[in-house]
């Protein structure tokens, strides 16, 4: 299908079905392919700045989303790859209209968009539908969307993003402990002890937190997360991790002795004298 001559006139349309959430129009116009041209970015040479056009029919698409989940989930599945990310915030947002089990659907999209340079506000909108999925039971859904915001962490280039996806992760972990209770702290205990595999393979120096009782995770102190985000994934994972512990033992999602014996069991120092007994055998 060509790009639309009459736009302005095609945004008028779906700005007033939006406007009164009218449905019955979905199916003609995604057999019509209205739904297949997503703008893309616009490079201005001379002004050296990349804008992001606003596409009134994925707009229209969070407006109904409620009513319709899910042949609005299914049209969102088929929209081309797009690096506009205006759509994908209006992707995510309709997935939060919808119910749970049908907007985890989008999860592998949400991932991948996730990695792209331009983030705009795509992070707090990932944070809404980690908190929509954890509030309707879904955690693995949700705790798999926790592991985008830490995967793309290392690709963060200023302090704001390294903010924003700091408070993100900080406001929409304690969503999870309901639904997952301990696991949310043995995920983490399980990242970081790869990450941390993975640094001592690369020749670097030994975690900070190694000297430390591992069940503390103290050296960050009061403002952990706010300190973290001068600093890696593996201090934003320790100060994580030290939150979901301190959390699920304050909200009783776990007894304080089955945390600690999850952190001890991955505790660096354990898992270096498992490897050394593995390496004797």
């Keep these: 299908m060509h790009k639309w001559s009459f736009e302005p006139a095609l945004g008028y349309f779906f700005e007033k079905i939006g406007e009164r959430h009218e449905t019955a129009w ?12 997503p703008p893309p970015p616009e490079y201005d040479e001379g ?12 707009r229209y698409l969070v407006q109904v989303a409620s009513l319709e989940p899910r042949l609005v989930m299914d049209i969102l599945l088929h929209i081309p790859v797009t690096e506009n990310v205006l759509v994908h915030e209006d992707c995510v947002e309709a997935a939060c209209q919808m119910p749970a089990a049908i907007a985890r659907e989008l999860i592998p999209q949400v991932s991948e968009w996730m990695s792209n340079s331009f983030q705009r506000f795509l992070p707090d909108k990932v944070g809404a539908l980690i908190e929509h999925l954890a509030l309707a039971g ?6 798999a969307l926790v592991d985008a915001f830490l995967a793309q962490y290392p690709n963060l280039h200023g302090m704001p993003e390294r903010w924003t996806y700091n408070e993100t992760l900080k406001n929409v972990l304690p969503k999870l402990f309901p639904v997952l209770g301990l696991r949310v702290v043995a995920h983490l205990c399980e990242v970081l002890a790869m990450d941390l595999a993975l640094s001592e393979g690369n020749g670097e120096s030994r975690y900070p937190f190694d000297d430390l009782s591992w069940h503390r995770i103290e050296a960050y102190g009061q403002y952990g997360l706010e300190l973290a985000g001068k600093s890696g994934r593996l201090e934003l994972l320790a100060s994580l991790l ?3 512990a301190e959390q699920t033992v304050q909200h009783q999602y776990a007894k304080v002795h089955e945390v600690v014996a999850l952190l001890e069991q991955h505790h660096p120092r354990d898992a ?3 490897r050394s007994k593995q390496a004797e055998k």
């Design 26 to 37: 979905l199916l003609p116009l995604r057999n019509k392919g209205f739904f297949q041209i």
């Design 242 to 244: 030290r939150l979901a």
């Design 138 to 143: 879904e955690g693995d859904a949700a705790l």
């Design 47 to 58: 002004k050296k700045v990349t804008t992001f056009p606003q596409w009134s029919a994925s």
């Design 272 to 274: 270096q004298r498992d």
